[in-house]
């Protein structure tokens, strides 16, 4: 009985730290994509390749500073197109790249007017 009690107590702690969120005191938007720029896609298809996002995150971490986040990725006969946010602000980039992650060439699609 002792052990079910400590499972049951174990269970409902697991339970309750899931729902932590952690804060950071506001809610900063997004920075938009810019008039005129590709639709951003924040989905992932489910052909597009770990090696596509890991090359399109690399090439991008390597030319910014404040954290990558990927949000959604379509491929084409063409290219596959990985798209990423970065920093508190959530600049909009786009990752164009060969499905084996080859050649990936990074486009930042905010306005450099968005402040």
Known sequence: MPRLIGIMAGFCALTALSACVESTGGSAAQM?????????????????????????????????????????????????????????????????VGADGSNPQTMFMGSEGYL
Not at 35 to 48: K, N, R
Not at 53 to 78: H, K, N
């Open 32 to 96: 938009p994509v810019a008039p005129g720029s590709p639709p951003f896609i924040t989905s992932m298809s489910p052909d597009v390749s770990q090696a596509a996002i890991d090359s399109c995150r690399s090439a991008l971490a390597a030319q910014t500073t404040g954290g990558v986040t990927v949000v959604g990725g379509e491929t084409s006969q063409a290219a596959t197109a990985i798209y990423m946010r970065v920093g508190a602000n959530g600049a909009p980039w786009r990752c164009l």
